[in-house]
């Protein structure tokens, strides 16, 4: 008998190989696999990508999930044009962006998903600061600073006289509009001078290797780089508090405690696939939103969000309106009277 030589061997396998893993592949991505699309807020991002990753195994691959990072006014514009499936939210949709949606054709459902202790963060090299009054933040970052407030000791006369060096959320983030309302006053009312992006990864970097730097980032962005970064505590007129999940469950961490969101197409949830991912998604956040070191709501909310998805009950409990100091209770007293 003839025996094929090593590389004769090696010719006729690596083809072979090849040829199962493209197949393989195309069974994964191939034309019929479904496509779930999601965008929106960077900070809702860690609780949507952890779920679809699990949706993704629970369908074995029949359905995709794609998740986006547009920022939640950038994932908004693409809700509203009929873009994407989910949208992600760190506030509620504004009344520019219903007027947007009825334009064009979108009913949606709106599904509260957890909280977050937005997170005013600093280098461990900045040993001056560990609290800071929501006066003192709104000095920092209002409009009518810019050029001026350049200083630390500008903020509190007993800082050093450094540089302040500020990073924030970008124009299209829902993080942008939440903070400057709580502490500005106004939604979008911000000083322009500072450095500015969407993806939170990058103000973690700006932040963590700079002493005279502060900005304010998402709890989930904080906690597995603590390391790196010191949370401020908040003075909102009862004494520093600091950003826990405790702090959050008890109301105590005001003015910077947000409910999040995901909001649905009532288009897409026709499509079974799409259907299927919600319903997945309320039932394994309270498990998985802990575990991107966001704070989960009480059950009944969730059953609540089920039950309006369920029975078709669409729109807004906010109506364009404000969640600044919102606690658990009143989210869950409003989403009951949607």
């Excluded at 599904?111 to 900045?126: E, N, R």
């Excluded at 989960?296 to 039950?307: D, F, K, S, T, V």
Aim: net charge neutral; hydrophobic share 40%; aromatic share 10%.
């Amino acid at each position: 008998m003839q025996r094929l030589s090593s590389i004769g061997l090696f010719a006729i396998l690596v083809p072979a190989l090849v040829t199962v893993c493209v197949w393989s592949t195309e069974l994964v991505y191939s034309e019929s696999t479904a496509l779930i699309k999601v965008d929106g807020s960077s900070t809702v991002f860690p609780i949507t990508e952890a779920v679809a990753e699990e949706f993704q195994k629970e369908t074995r691959g029949s359905v995709r999930v794609t998740v986006g990072i547009s920022g939640t006014g950038g994932g908004f514009k693409k809700f509203c044009r009929g873009e994407i499936d989910v949208q992600d939210a760190s506030r509620p949709i504004s009344s520019s962006e219903m007027e947007a949606c009825r334009a064009g054709g979108v009913q949606f459902y709106e599904l509260p998903i957890a909280f977050d202790a937005l997170t005013i963060a600093v280098s461990p090299q900045a040993t001056w600061v560990d609290s800071i009054t929501v006066a003192e933040l709104k000095t920092m970052w209002e409009p009518s600073a810019q050029g001026r407030v350049t200083k630390w000791n500008q903020i509190r006369s007993t800082w050093p006289d450094q540089p302040l060096k500020l990073f924030g959320a970008g124009s299209d983030s829902g993080t942008f509009d939440y903070f400057t309302e709580a502490v500005v006053g106004k939604a979008k009312s911000s000083r322009g001078d500072f450095t500015a992006s969407e993806d939170d990864n990058t103000l973690v970097q700006g932040i963590a290797n700079d002493k005279q730097a502060l900005g304010y980032i998402p709890f989930a962005y904080y906690e597995p780089n603590k390391k790196r970064l010191k949370a401020v505590s908040i003075d909102g007129g009862h004494g520093p508090v600091s950003p826990s999940r405790e702090t959050v469950e008890n109301g105590s961490y005001q003015p910077l405690s947000r409910p999040l969101f995901i909001y649905v197409s009532a288009k897409s949830a026709l499509k079974p696939e799409v259907k299927r991912f919600v319903e997945f998604y309320l039932a394994q956040v309270p498990i998985l939103a802990p575990q991107v070191k966001y704070v989960p709501l009480p059950p009944q909310a969730y059953a609540l969000a089920g039950e309006h998805f369920k029975n078709g009950r669409q729109g807004t409990a906010f109506q364009g309106g404000s969640t600044i100091g919102m606690k658990i209770e009143e989210l869950l007293r409003r989403e009951a009277k949607l």
